[in-house]
């Protein structure tokens, strides 16, 4: 069982193919600025149609070309968290979480209870979103995108706006609830010290392209790739030449280096 994705979406002068699986392990998205991180998202929740593949949830297609099957985004049971929260600002907290509210009204009450009480939000059900500090904002974010039972959850730069006090404290909190989350979890970031702490498995992503996927501890201690190296945050790349089987030359610094790995 897994979360399935084959896509490609063509743009002028550039075009995302992009193929992976995942398991229920929650999985990072790294890379640059117009790798393509936001469109997997945006192709995996419905809000982009790809040009062709398929998108499957545990056997369950959201998105086949071939087949002409494309469900729309209240069908797909995926959450979606965006960068700026996207509250809506006349709503109380209450109630933001009921727009994602599926059933009978009768029903609700109850699930919006326990919401705000999972989420330590108890006290501020009738308040606004501009009466909340960044923090409970997206608490308030996250319940309302967990209010709907998704399948698969979807993260969006969900830090990028935070201060680094607040960011700390709310990457432990949101390390917690995708522990706790039985579904399959995607986060986007540029933020390699994020994705360490939060996905136990990562896929980078260059010019709408896979480079790795991976454990996020072996893409870091063995990138294998330019583009993995930088990425993960190594400063010091050169050029290099095969000397012998453990011996590689650095020829932009003119050293010849031994490996522990035998070179195939």
Known sequence: MSLY???????????LDVSFESETLPLGILGASGSGKSMTLKCIAGIVKPDEGRIAVDGHVLFDSKEKINLRPQERRVGYLFQNHALFPHLTVEKNIAEALQGP????????????????LDDLGHRYPA????????????ARVLASDPE?????EPFSALDAYLKESLQMDMKKRLQDFEGYSVMVT?????????CPKLMLLEAGRVDRLDRTAEI?????TVVAARLSGCKNISRAEQ??????????????????????
């Open 5 to 15: 994705v084959d896509i490609k979406k063509r743009y002028s002068g550039f075009t």
């Open 105 to 120: 009204k009768s029903g609700k009450g109850k699930k919006i209870e326990n919401l705000l009480s999972r989420f330590e």
């Open 131 to 142: 009466q909340l500090s960044g923090g409970q904002q997206q608490r308030v974010a996250v």
């Open 152 to 156: 698969v959850l979807l993260l969006d």
């Open 190 to 198: 540029h933020d390699r010290d994020e994705v360490y702490k939060l």
């Open 220 to 224: 870091f201690r063995q990138p294998g």
């Open 243 to 264: 000397v012998n089987h453990n011996t590689v030359r650095a020829l932009d610094w003119n050293l010849d280096l031994r490996v522990e790995t035998e070179i195939l």
